[in-house]
């Protein structure tokens, strides 16, 4: 049988449109290829941006005084001394890869001002945020670790 050049554009146009509708079935259907938003309430979170250049302007001031520990066995955080009367400091774990390792703790510190978030950490890289409030203002501070 000899096809002619209008059946052989036709049944391209089928291959073509078939291999489409597969893969965009496979990638809805498969666990695999589940792509979820980085925060489930992106645009909830967007609101209140301007609060959070806020807190981070006043962050700055003591970014550089706590100092960070991160290794697989959890995260060991010094506060100055002008710190050490903080009631609460939530932590938020972040980890681009994987949601499911990302976490959120409320600490309070010791009386030597340091703390341990007391959770394993996978290797990779880590994004802490440290909330807190002092003196009637509200600070942010975020830092990365890559934990080998």
Not at 70 to 91: C, H, R, S, T, Y
């Amino acid at each position: 049988m000899k096809l002619n050049w209008g059946t052989s554009i036709v049944i391209a146009m089928v291959l073509f449109i078939s291999f489409i509708m597969y893969m965009v079935i496979t990638m809805t259907t498969q666990k695999a290829y589940d792509h979820d938003l980085v925060v489930d309430e992106y645009y909830k979170k967007e609101m209140t941006f301007n609060d959070k250049l806020q807190k981070i302007e006043n962050g700055k001031l003591y970014a550089s005084e706590i100092k960070f520990t991160a290794n697989q066995g959890g995260l060991l955080l010094n506060f100055p001394k002008e710190l050490q009367d903080i009631e609460k400091i939530d932590v938020y774990g972040y980890r681009a890869s994987d949601k499911d390792l990302d976490f959120n703790s409320s600490i309070k510190l010791n009386s030597q001002g340091e703390t341990l978030v007391n959770r394993p950490l996978d290797r990779g890289l880590w994004e802490f945020t440290l909330a807190f409030s002092h003196g009637g203002k509200e600070y942010l501070i975020t830092k990365s670790f890559n934990i080998q």
